[in-house]
């Protein structure tokens, strides 16, 4: 499975952007993977900022980004989606999607497939 992430870039705070995390590979339509957005900040831990299970559609955010980001998916193209509103400098990191076949949410170290990550800058 790979996973390929794309939409990062520098905005302004209370501005937004829009994450997309495309999935290949011949195995990945035959696991039930829960898919997950991490990000990790210079000098912190990564963290989970919200999941989306594949087949029911269930979502879980971070309490730090509950009501000003959307995770979503395409079942048809295989990806999954962030949409990132109200962005604030806190939010400024490395953002990377995740699947994970063991947990819900998906979990650091536990995820069995990253991306490669894409940079989210906010600026004040």
């Known amino acids: 499975v790979q996973l390929v992430e794309s939409g990062g870039g520098l905005v302004q705070a209370g501005g937004r952007l829009r994450l997309s995390c495309a999935a290949s590979g011949r195995t990945f339509g035959s696991w039930t993977y829960a898919m997950g957005w991490f990000r990790q900040a210079p000098g912190k831990e990564r963290a989970i900022v919200a999941a989306?299970?594949?087949?029911?559609?269930?979502?879980y955010y971070a309490d730090s980004v509950k009501g000003r980001f959307t995770i979503s998916r395409d079942t048809t193209k295989n990806t999954v989606y962030l949409q990132m509103n109200s962005l604030k400098l806190e939010d400024t990191a490395v953002y990377y999607c995740a699947a994970d076949r063991s947990n819900w949410p998906p979990r650091s170290n536990g995820a069995d497939y990253w991306g490669q990550g894409t940079q989210v800058t906010v600026s004040s």
């Open positions: 989306i299970s594949w087949r029911g559609g269930n979502t």
